[in-house]
């Protein structure tokens, strides 16, 4: 059985509509008119016990909705959603025992105390044995040196070092799943390869499923095997990274080292050569699709400009998923 299932879920939100004039605004009072807008459509998936999913999807896609359903926060508009067989928004109250949660900006440590302390009080509430506390604890410190924030205040630490010690906490209870939201935002690259380190460790050690919301594709990338693609409330995509790569990547991509001064000429070759040539600007020249054109035909329309290298890249998550949000695809029926 899955640990997570959602099926044909929907959230519909309520935008209250604006009256004209003052007598509109009386009328209002006595009968108010919302128009009803729907944020998550339709969706459906299955997650494993264990795995390291990441939904994904451009602003306002649904993604947040879709999380606060999960955590039972919302309750679906239409549908049926079972997280480790608790109905979340029902059930609320066991529910929450049984997963973990980081959002951001919201913490669940206590500003003044230790984290050690504070870790020690979420070991109380969720009535950890001291085996689990311990090991747990000892795995933060070996694999990511929280050791040294333990007994510091929360409010002495650094935004990434919080973030360090909510992410562990939220492990603490052993739960069945763990939502993050946005975990990397505003850190530096040292901080983000730490706290990806640790959700990797926690995932694939104790075995806990993971599901991560994120704009960063180096967290999706490095974590999620898995990836569930969010647009305008639709799930347009769900499967491996490496499908999404191939399905929605467009194959190999020449990339084309040119002189500074010589990449919009490039550029214009390109899109003059070929109305639909997929092309865009790389640092150190222009890239374009090998599907679109040759080798050969490349080299003879760019070359006058003064190639210095062309090479096969493989196109990154980062750029399919530019691509994509430019773009975009068919919507499911
Ligand atoms: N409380 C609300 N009332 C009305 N509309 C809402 C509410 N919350 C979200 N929406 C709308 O629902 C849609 C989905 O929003 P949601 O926050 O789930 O998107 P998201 O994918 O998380 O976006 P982002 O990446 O920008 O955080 C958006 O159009 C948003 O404006």
Not at 27 to 52: K, M, N, Q, T
Not at 312 to 320: K, Q, W
Request: proline content about 6%.
């Amino acid at each position: 059985m899955p640990l997570i299932e959602a099926t044909q879920l929907c959230r519909d939100y309520q935008i209250p509509q604006p009256a004209q004039g003052w007598a509109g605004q009386l009328a209002r009072l006595w009968r108010p008119r919302h128009e009803v807008r729907r944020s998550v459509d339709r969706i459906d998936f299955r997650i494993e016990r264990g795995e390291c999913v990441g939904l994904i999807g451009p602003n306002g896609a649904g993604k947040s909705t879709t999380i606060k359903m999960l955590t039972g926060i919302l309750a679906p508009s239409s549908g049926s959603l079972r997280v480790a067989q608790f109905d979340p928004h029902r059930q609320r109250h066991e529910y929450v025992q049984r997963i973990g949660v980081v959002f951001g900006q919201r913490s669940q440590l206590w500003w003044d105390l230790p984290v050690r302390d504070a870790y020690r009080i979420l070991q109380a509430i969720y009535a950890v044995p001291q085996a689990t506390f311990d090991a747990r604890v000892a795995l933060f410190e070996s694999r990511v040196g929280l050791g040294e924030l333990l007994a510091r205040p929360v409010r002495t630490l650094s935004l990434g070092q919080r973030m360090l010690c909510e992410i562990a906490a939220a492990f603490l209870h052993a739960p069945d799943v763990v939502f993050l939201d946005e975990p990397t935002i505003g850190l530096d690259i040292e901080m983000k390869a730490k706290i990806r380190e640790l959700i990797a460790t926690l995932n694939r050690e104790a075995g806990t499923t993971v599901l991560i919301t994120s704009h960063d594709v180096g967290d999706i990338d490095r974590l999620c095997a898995r990836i569930l693609l969010i647009d305008h409330g639709r799930l347009r995509f769900d499967g491996t990274l490496e499908a999404f790569k191939r399905e929605m990547g467009s194959g190999q991509w020449w990339q084309v080292q040119l002189p500074a001064p010589q990449h919009e000429a490039a550029l214009a070759l390109l899109a003059a050569h070929h109305p639909h040539l997929a092309a865009r600007r790389h640092p150190r020249g222009v890239e374009a699709a090998q599907s679109h054109i040759g080798f050969a035909e490349l080299v003879a329309l760019l070359g006058p400009l003064g190639v210095e290298s062309v090479l096969a890249v493989e196109p990154d998550l980062e750029s399919i998923l530019h691509d994509y949000y430019r773009h975009g695809r068919g919507v499911p029926a």
